[in-house]
């Protein structure tokens, strides 16, 4: 069974910093691209960052571009989001997420897993 467990959400001042992790189990984590999205209350999920099956490729959105880093440990099944410089705008719940597109899109709908989800709440 497909699981994603997403770790490391909480809440933090504006200009600082928090680093989630997705978790993975039950394929092989290496074949895969894993993307991190995220959902603000009344508005629709929004893709944040994604990462190649192989980590040579990632893609951010403008919105976080020279703040957040993505990266993956496929020894350990695991996938990160350092996000830095945070800002009352990027409150909202981080899902990560897997696809079989091995190149990484920020397309949601090209993702077939996803995470639960964890709560990040920025105050001004």
């Known amino acids: 069974e497909v699981q994603l467990v997403e770790s490391g959400g909480g809440l933090v001042q504006a200009g600082g910093s928090l680093r989630l992790s997705c978790a993975a189990s039950g394929f092989t984590f290496a074949d895969y691209a894993i993307g991190w999205f995220r959902q603000a209350p009344g508005k629709e999920r929004e893709g944040v960052s994604c990462?190649?099956?192989?980590?040579?490729?990632?893609h951010y959105a403008d919105s976080v571009k020279g703040r957040f880093t993505i990266s993956r440990d496929n020894a350990k099944n695991t996938v990160y989001l350092q996000m830095n410089s945070l800002r009352p705008e990027g409150t909202a719940v981080y899902y990560c997420?897997?696809?079989?597109?091995?190149?990484?899109?920020?397309?949601?709908?090209?993702?077939?897993?996803w995470g639960q989800g964890t709560q990040v709440t920025v105050s001004s």
């Open positions: 990462i190649s099956s192989s980590g040579g490729t990632i």
């Open positions: 997420a897997l696809t079989a597109v091995r190149i990484g899109v920020l397309n949601r709908d090209e993702y077939d897993y």
